[in-house]
């Protein structure tokens, strides 16, 4: 599916400079974000489709497929709430 993701209004992507990591904030804490994860989700902006995204970071990292992983990760921060998808 080649859907728009956006991150759901009530987390928000920051850099933890101390951490020197991406995290998901919201009102109950914080997710700690790996650095794959922190790639997908910098380039979550509404506006942005999920062929683009992987286009993108398969620009980044040539020769690798990525596409599998990726959705696979979409996946799961859908089922957690953390995004949302519309056509």
């Known amino acids: 599916m080649n859907a728009v993701l956006q991150i759901q209004r009530h987390f ?3 850099f933890e400079a101390a951490q020197q ?3 998901l904030l919201y009102p109950e804490g ?3 974000l ?3 994860a922190g790639e997908i989700f ?3 902006d509404g506006k942005t489709t999920t062929e683009d995204l992987i286009h993108d970071l398969e620009a980044i990292f040539p020769g690798v497929d ?3 992983d ?3 990760f979409l996946k799961v921060a859908h089922e957690r709430g953390w995004i949302s998808a519309r056509l």
Do not use: G
């Open 66 to 68: 990525l596409r599998p």
């Open 30 to 32: 914080m997710v700690k």
């Open 12 to 14: 928000r992507l920051q």
């Open 70 to 72: 990726v959705l696979d």
């Open 34 to 36: 790996s650095p794959t």
């Open 42 to 44: 910098r380039r979550i």
């Open 21 to 23: 990591n991406w995290v």
